[in-house]
């Protein structure tokens, strides 16, 4: 079923206008015909009421439930000194079903911050389309640019992604947990000296088998595995 984001509700109706009502015409939905409706992180069946040159008004049938998918995993991601690699890991989140990606700033990353704050939208954009090709009515967030310096170990399993110093086994790892952090180094890596101090606060040295990985390649394959292996 085709899935569109609303910013505007009246009542018992949905309206779809922009971007989203080019959306709906290119796929040629017709009255009555459903579809669902993300509007503020909930999710609706709607039918097509009526459509006006600026807009599609969609009558709300029923609230659908919360996907039941509840890991909970932050990516802390160094942003790669090339964007586009930044915009591949958004949408590989979003389908592997990362809950929230904090945009970190390293030695070895891309460093203007202003830059990155101003691709907020543009990320945002992304992400929605990917959630309506994946079918994802879970919430992404993309968060503000944090420096890896302030970042800290809050969830129930830390890990690090480290090529150099991971030691132990992948099945060793506890997949039984609620919520996960996972960190991520730019292409040239991180500073041993970063790598040391990620781990005083008390991230976990993973390593991948069998070979050096991209970045993107990594914090996917991770995220994902997290998401397959973990409890619910
Ligand atoms: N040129 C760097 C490679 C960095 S790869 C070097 O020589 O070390 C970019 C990031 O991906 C790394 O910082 C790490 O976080 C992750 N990564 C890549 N391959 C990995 C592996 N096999 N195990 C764990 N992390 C890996």
Redesign the pocket.
Same mark, same amino acid.
């Given at each position: 079923m085709h899935t569109f984001f609303s910013e505007e509700r009246r009542g018992d109706y949905l309206f779809l206008r922009d971007k989203e009502l080019k959306h709906l015409k290119v796929r040629r939905i017709e009255q009555k015909e459903k579809f669902k409706v993300i509007y503020e992180d909930r999710t609706f069946l709607c039918e097509l009421e009526r459509l006006h040159k600026d807009k599609a008004q969609c009558r709300i049938l029923e609230e659908l439930p919360q996907e039941s998918f509840q890991v909970n995993i932050t990516l802390y991601q160094a942003v790669p000194e090339n964007l586009k690699t930044f915009e591949e890991i958004i949408r590989g989140s979003v389908q592997v079903g990362v809950k929230r990606i904090v945009p970190v700033i390293s030695d070895r990353s891309f460093k203007k911050r202003e830059v990155l704050e101003r691709k907020l939208q543009r990320w945002e954009k992304i992400a929605k389309e990917e959630m309506k090709l994946s079918g994802r009515s879970l919430p992404f967030r993309i968060e503000k640019v944090e420096s890896l310096r302030v970042l800290k170990a809050e969830a129930q399993v830390n890990l690090l992604?480290?090529?150099?110093n !991971?030691k132990g086994s992948i099945r060793d790892l506890n997949f039984k947990a609620q919520s996960y952090s996972v960190v991520? !180094?730019?292409? !040239?890596?991180?500073t041993a000296k970063e790598v040391s101090s990620l781990r005083e606060r008390g991230f976990e040295p993973?390593?991948?088998r069998p070979?050096?990985?991209?970045?993107q390649t990594?914090a996917l394959l991770m995220c994902g595995m997290i998401a397959n292996l973990s409890a619910t």
């Open positions: 992604l480290d090529n150099f !991971g991520v !180094g730019p292409e !040239g890596g991180f993973v390593l991948l070979y050096v990985m991209r970045t990594a």
